[in-house]
């Protein structure tokens, strides 16, 4: 099996004296602000996207363009690091400045129940606000929309009313009840082949170009005083792989995409081998899909630019999460949190922030707080403070824009991440990822090996669950089946030789940091989960239509 090469970076250079700024920890690289800070920001998730693929990452194919000139302008952030390795958690905490343990919304129990959103906050405090995306899981249904004045995704996997009104309740109902989890998660598997359906082969048509339309539309249309926030999901680079024929060509020249694996779950389960050609010819698929994804970016950039609107927004730039190509034996987004999958990219432009390059520690979760700093906003003023789900209080240790970012030793109630870095003995900065047991992934995995007519080991890795800590020089992962994983990241960083925490005290001391965490948000992940049963009848209380509804989707008998 070959691997993509990583070449080296390529040259955004400022001086050493802006160089020292931006990589010690507590500080800012940025300009003063001023009476002209932006009053909008643009928010952009490019989906599964990998940071080595693209060009301010150094990239050898030109894949990103548009990208590229954007980061002459912006922050590119080297060590960005997402809280999970796919989007329903992800966008989770984007949305609400919280880790997933916090927020709850995962596999298990896929909506954002009771908490005040991002999104709320702007609209309450007059900023006109919306998300338009082409992921199944931004939508409704999981309330990752809740708070916008508008919102569309171009690609549900469910109905809007499957999971609306009193069916709502009924779903929270029974994810709530561990005796009828199984009946839950038999529904989310339903949007999740409904999603394969619906993304292969003829029904694969791009909806980039869409969403991109869209958000000028709202843009256009805007009338606040205070201004406007846009989210934008882009999701080509997800699997299935079928780029525009345009863009096939030039980076996948004659590679029919039917004709490569285009199912993870055959690869992971051990009934798929993919030969170093075949991953050749799905590496340039995945290259065509960015290449769209950046030209469509890029007519949305330069629409801003062309209407002068472009120094006035706040521009966020982001990957939710990566995507392996066969390192470690593993294909798609699933089972592991390795750093092609959890080391995201990030761009940033705003006035507060020089254009060039930082290896500091980041977090996604941190964007919470650097959107409320970038248009000034303080959520308890917008919402009031009565409420018992509240949203998170602006945090400016964790602003990317502040002079004390990341900085927490003056937090008066720091959150599970905070407190686990203010509890070390040295003053090395941690980021934190957890990833539940995939329910759907393992669900199709299971499938895919029965269909061969084989079974997945008792300790196979998919079905673990996993935490990490990871600073600039190293990581740990803990895992609750699997064996535990730690690497030198500053020595390693493809992750290929793991070191026991006994033989080196950098990795001890990450473990020892994951522990804090734990420690934190409930304890180790360190025994396999069993469910317990409870004959408690989740849905007595819910109406006829909504059982019928049910029996309809086969959930009922």
Known sequence: MTELAL?????????????????????????????????????????????????????DRETTPALSRFAEEATVFESAVAPAPWTLPVHASLFTGLYPSQHGADQG??????????????????????????????????????????????F??????????????????VNDNDYLREMASRLVRLGAMAHERLASGEGADT???????????????????????????????????????????????????????????????????????EWDDIRGLYDAEIAHMDAELGRLFDWLRATDQWDE????????????????????????LYDELINVPLLVKHPDLEAGRRDDLVELLDLYHTTLDALAVDPDAAVGTGTENGPVARDPTRSLLSSEYRAFDGVAEPDPGQRAVLGGSDETDYAFVEYAQPV?????????????????????????????????????????????????????PREESAIDPADDDVVAATERALARFEDTVGGAWDDPSETAADDADALAEADEATQDRLRELGYLE
């Open 440 to 492: 759907i992934e393992l669900h199709h995995l299971e499938q895919k090996a029965s269909e061969a007519g084989t079974t997945l080991p008792a300790d196979h890795r998919a079905y673990s669950r996993l935490r990490a800590a990871r600073s600039t020089d190293a990581k740990y992962v803990r895992a609750d089946l699997v064996a535990d994983e730690g690497y030198r990241l500053d020595d390693d």
């Open 156 to 173: 549900e996997a469910l109905p809007r009313d499957v999971l609306s009104g009193p069916l709502a309740s009924a779903w929270q109902a």
């Open 207 to 277: 909806k980039t170009p869409s969403v991109i339309d869209r958000t000028r539309s709202f843009v256009d249309d805007s009338e606040s005083d205070r201004g406007w926030f846009a989210f934008v999901n882009l999701m080509d680079a997800h699997l299935p792989y079928y780029p525009p024929d345009e863009y096939r060509e030039a980076f996948a020249p004659g590679v029919d995409p039917d004709a490569v694996c285009q199912n993870s779950k055959e690869y992971n389960a051990g009934v798929r081998d993919i030969d170093d050609e």
């Open 109 to 154: 129990s896929p909506y954002l129940d009771d908490v005040t959103t991002l999104a709320s906050v702007l609209s309450a405090a007059g900023y006109d606000t919306a998300c338009y995306s082409s992921n199944a899981w931004i939508t409704p249904y999981t309330s990752l929309t809740d708070g916008f004045g508008e919102h569309d995704s171009f």
């Open 7 to 59: 070449p080296a970076a390529p040259s955004l250079r400022f001086d050493d004296d802006t160089h020292s700024r931006s990589t010690a920890r507590g500080s800012t690289a940025g300009r003063r602000r001023d009476e002209t800070a932006p009053s909008n920001v643009l928010f952009v998730v490019l989906d599964t996207v990998r940071k080595d693929h693209l060009g301010p990452y150094g990239y």
């Open 313 to 336: 927004t706040t521009v966020v730039v982001c990957a939710d999460h990566g995507e392996l190509h066969g390192e470690h034996d593993l294909y798609g987004h699933e089972f592991a």
